[in-house]
Structure formats: structure tokens, C-alpha cells
């Protein structure tokens, strides 16, 4: 698998926009990037997952350079509750039936009020 | 609540005993999967099963670790003979993979905590 290069830990204020970056310059046309994050004590849960195109939910936001050599999760507002570590990763499309997820080591998001 | 479940919660053994953890996918689910996390790290892959068939194992399963998953539901993971290195919490995730998605998201379980005295 594709490796991703994150920050190892970020701010935010409460109610601010958190921005994520994840680079992983040696992606391959059908990997598709994914977030998953970890809140305390939790398993992780996915947040949202996107190939060339920004995506939307209600978790967040992912914007993908145009070049797919970067990515960034969005935060618009973040609460207390999005404190967690945010995992980047990369899946390969062709393999994506039960292929494994591959964490690296995340970015821990610290939230203050 | 449907989402995975994990038992036990917690566990802890002394060293050269025998663990088993179960995880009970959620319903439907045909893809299993088993993950450790030390402190500080991210989860590691440790197998994988489509249905009652496990089609992967890392290498970070050695043979004192066994996996089975017999009717394609529940999935139960045994360490043997355990050691301290193996203090760690075990995470099950499963996922079903639906038409035209490209990719399946994996629902992971709240893990079993691990520790070997």
C-alpha cells in the first residue's frame, strides 16, 4: 500500500475550521483516500473517503489536490467531541474487496474550549 | 445497538496462559477483520475473513495465534501461550462491501484490552 504523511498533532480552538493535511505523493490512480479517526478509548470510524473529486458529509469535508498527491480533511466546526487521532489512508480500488486497512501514525487533534 | 461487539472488554492474564476474545460482526456483514493497537500507534492488520473463509494473515501472526470464524458470523481470535509483547488491545472490524462502491467501510468494534502479566 501507498504511504501517507501526516503531522502528528494539531490545535484548534472550539467552533473553528480544522484543517488535516495528508500527503502521499506516491498514490496510484485506484487508490481511493480515506479517513477514519479515533476517538479516546474507541475503535476507529470512518469519516469519509474520496478518489479525484471533494466530497461532503456530515462529518467533514475532503479536498483532494488536483494532482491526488495530497489531500486535506476539513473540520468546519469543531467541538469538543472531534478530539481524536485522524488517520489518512490509502486503499487500493482494485483490492478494495476486504483489503486491510494500513494506519500509520495519525494525526492527534487536541480541541480546546 | 447493530454495530460490532467485542468480548470480553477486558482481559487480563498472567504469561503462558491461554486467551480467547469474540467478535460478533454486525448482522449481514461477510468481511471480518482482526487489527491490534499498542499505545501510541495506529491499528495492525492481523487477518481477514470473507464469510467463514480467512483469505489473509500478517505476518505479525505467529503461530501462537489462531483465528476462526466457523459459520461465517461470529469470529473468535486465541492467543497460546501469551506473552508480555502481546499485551495490546485487539480490535475487530467487518464490513460488506455493496455494488458500485468501489471500496467498503470497515465498522470497527470498542476492542478488547489485553494485558499479560
Known amino acids: 500500500d501507498a504511504k501517507t504523511t501526516q503531522p502528528n498533532s494539531m490545535e484548534s480552538n472550539e467552533e473553528e475550521p480544522v484543517h488535516l493535511p495528508c500527503n502521499h505523493s506516491?498514490?496510484?490512480?485506484?487508490?481511493?483516500i480515506h479517513w477514519y479517526r479515533q476517538l479516546p478509548s474507541q475503535g476507529p470510524e470512518y469519516v469519509i473517503h474520496g478518489l479525484t473529486s471533494n466530497v461532503n458529509n456530515r462529518m467533514a469535508s475532503l479536498a483532494i489536490a488536483e494532482d491526488r498527491k495530497s489531500s486535506t480533511l476539513i473540520l468546519h466546526r469543531a467541538t469538543l467531541r472531534d478530539a481524536a487521532v485522524y488517520y489518512c489512508?490509502?486503499?487500493?480500488?482494485?483490492?478494495?474487496?476486504?483489503?486491510?486497512?494500513?494506519f500509520g501514525g495519525g494525526t492527534r487533534v487536541l480541541v480546546k474550549p | 445497538d447493530t454495530g460490532v461487539s467485542q468480548d470480553p472488554r477486558h482481559k487480563i492474564t498472567k504469561r503462558g496462559q491461554n486467551v480467547t476474545f469474540r467478535c460478533d460482526p454486525i448482522?449481514?456483514?461477510?468481511?471480518l477483520y482482526w487489527y491490534r493497537q499498542t499505545l501510541g500507534q495506529g491499528p495492525e492488520f492481523l487477518t481477514y475473513f470473507q464469510n467463514e473463509a480467512q483469505l489473509e494473515k500478517s505476518r505479525l501472526l505467529s503461530d501462537r495465534f489462531s483465528a476462526e470464524r466457523p459459520k461465517g458470523s461470529f469470529s473468535t481470535l486465541e492467543i497460546q501461550r501469551t506473552e508480555q509483547g502481546d499485551s495490546a488491545m485487539y480490535l475487530c472490524?467487518?464490513?460488506?462491501?455493496?455494488?458500485?462502491?468501489?471500496?467498503?467501510?470497515?465498522?470497527f468494534g470498542p476492542g478488547t484490552r489485553l494485558t499479560v502479566l
Open positions: 489512508i490509502l486503499r487500493d480500488m482494485i483490492k478494495a474487496a476486504g483489503n486491510k486497512l494500513t
Open positions: 472490524a467487518s464490513s460488506a462491501r455493496g455494488p458500485g462502491q468501489g471500496t467498503d467501510t470497515q465498522y
Open positions: 448482522s449481514e456483514h461477510n468481511r
Open positions: 506516491t498514490i496510484s490512480g485506484t487508490d481511493y
